[in-house]
């Protein structure tokens, strides 16, 4: 248990009163009405993004001293990010906030329709570690760009970037408008206690479960963004070198703990031997000779995952890496030669920079091995042949994905993002985190000057005409 966690947590008791009185006062700052005004909400927006701006160089640090993450991935993978969905969202929300006409029908004329886009009131955000500064802070921007009240809660096992998201929500927002508490499990026990009008959850799939069991209880609405397996199949058409590349990068940045990275390799017999000498030359020459003395190699997030993924390594056929150091909390970027699909490797979600290789002759092995596993949140296809790309994309469901590359369809904020099945309910990304936290609320407005008497009873003889109404308007 880290300081924040033991802070926060050793004073349970406490915990569900204080958590009780931010979530009415959230209550009540949204009844006031205030958060309806748009330009409330972009000049909100707009302060977060200058704190932001402002306290880069520290979230840099933190992120560093959490899991040695570096300044470029931080900036490619974290405040950049979060800017960039900031400046685009600060530019449209007031489009997007305007109700939109609908064409009315004919069974209601006279009237026109539209829908008002409303928030959903007091929303509770929980994060995850592996990004933990963007997971945090993307849904905040959602959730206050659309009207609401936001109550974040940041993972206890990144305490640096943690306290940094704390004092930047501190600094920018009232605290009846959004409030960030910093805690475990017992904290985030007791805002999953609360009623709350929206939870958007980022986690594993066993947590997932736990929150959707809470929210259920009050009948709220969730965001579910989990994990699982995700495949990479490689051709025998593929272009091996880049498709090395292009995978060491996707695989390992982040330390290789990243829901959207590959899990596992599929890859035509013909061209495995290429192919692993293709990525022992790309790990090569991205993290040099000895991974453990690159600044660009992300450490494992705490000594639990370590052990978790050690385990994995044990008893596995090692084609590259292997090496760790538990001191460091150091696992080398690391390929797997053809494990069993009961081995521990294959069990779960790796999360970590191990890559397990499985190689097929024909597409019953592709099949068998994907449908060992439930839908994964990504899924990527290198191939030259189209027509292959094309059929593995429509057989199988995924959340997302990406040909000739991985997780590269995370960064365009005109695709929603989110898993489908076990990895995940909802989407968000751009206008999708705006859509996520907002109800949108359908309102037919009658006219009085004529009144069509059809459905009105008795409907003696008028049962044809009716069918004619439904049948052509
Ligand atoms: P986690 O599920 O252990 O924790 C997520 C959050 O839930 C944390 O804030 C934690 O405090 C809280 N939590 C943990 N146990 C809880 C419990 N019993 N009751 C209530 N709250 C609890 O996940 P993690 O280890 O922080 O993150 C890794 C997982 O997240 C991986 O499975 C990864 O695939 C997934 N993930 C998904 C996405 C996505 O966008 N789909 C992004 C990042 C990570």
Request: proline share 5%.
């Amino acid at each position: 248990m880290n300081a924040a966690d033991t802070h926060a947590d050793t004073q349970t008791p406490s915990i569900q009163t204080k958590v009780s009185a931010i979530r009415s006062q959230h209550a009540t700052f949204f009844a006031s009405q205030k958060t309806k005004d748009i330009a409330f909400r972009k000049q909100s927006l707009r302060s977060l993004k200058r704190e932001v701006e402002k306290r880069e160089a520290d979230i840099f640090e933190a992120l560093k001293a959490d899991f040695n993450k570096s300044v470029f991935e931080t900036v490619l993978s974290e405040t950049g990010l979060v800017l960039s969905e900031l400046s685009y969202i600060i530019n449209n929300l007031r489009h997007w906030s305007r109700s939109k006409r609908v064409s009315p029908t004919m069974l209601n004329f006279p009237s026109s329709a539209a829908l008002y886009p409303e928030p959903y009131g007091c929303t509770l955000i929980i994060a995850p570690w592996n990004y933990p500064f963007q997971l945090a802070m993307l849904p905040l921007i959602g959730a206050v760009a659309a009207g609401n009240t936001a109550m974040v809660k940041p993972s206890e096992l990144t305490p640096n970037t943690s306290r940094i998201i704390v004092e930047i929500i501190e600094a920018v927002f009232d605290s009846n408008h959004v409030t960030a508490i910093e805690g475990g499990i017992p904290t985030s026990q007791a805002l999953l206690e609360q009623r709350w009008d929206y939870i958007f959850f980022t986690g594993s799939v066993q947590v997932g479960k736990i929150v959707a069991k809470a929210a259920a209880e009050h009948l709220t609405p969730t965001t579910l963004e989990l994990g699982g397996k995700n495949p990479c199949i490689i051709d025998d058409t593929a272009a091996i070198k880049l498709a090395a590349k292009r995978i060491v990068w996707g695989k390992f940045l982040n330390g290789g703990q990243t829901c959207v990275a590959p899990d596992y390799i599929l890859i035509h017999k013909n061209v495995k031997d290429r192919f692993v000498d293709a990525m022992k030359n790309e790990v090569q020459k991205a993290y040099g000779n000895d991974p453990k003395s690159s600044p660009d190699f992300p450490r494992i997030v705490n000594e639990k995952n370590f052990n978790r993924l050690t385990a994995m390594l044990e008893k596995a056929s090692i084609l590259i890496g292997g090496e760790h150091d538990k001191e460091t909390l150091y696992i080398a970027p690391t390929l797997i030669d053809e494990p069993a699909l009961d081995s521990e490797v294959m069990k779960d979600e790796i999360f970590g920079p191990i890559l397990p290789i499985l190689s097929f002759e024909d597409r019953s092995q592709i099949e068998k091995v994907i449908t060992t596993y439930d839908k994964p949140l990504s899924f990527y296809v290198f191939s030259k042949r189209r027509l292959f790309a094309e059929q593995m994309i429509r057989r199988y469901s995924f959340g997302g994905g990406a040909v000739n590359d991985t997780i590269v369809q995370f960064a365009n904020h005109r695709l929603p993002f989110g898993g489908v099945g076990n990895s995940g309910i909802g989407a968000y990304h751009g206008k999708a985190t705006f859509d996520t936290f907002t109800h949108q609320k359908p309102v037919v407005k009658r006219g009085n000057w004529i009144d069509v008497p059809v459905r009105y009873a008795p409907y003696k003889g008028k049962l044809n005409i009716l069918k004619l109404f439904l049948k052509y308007f």
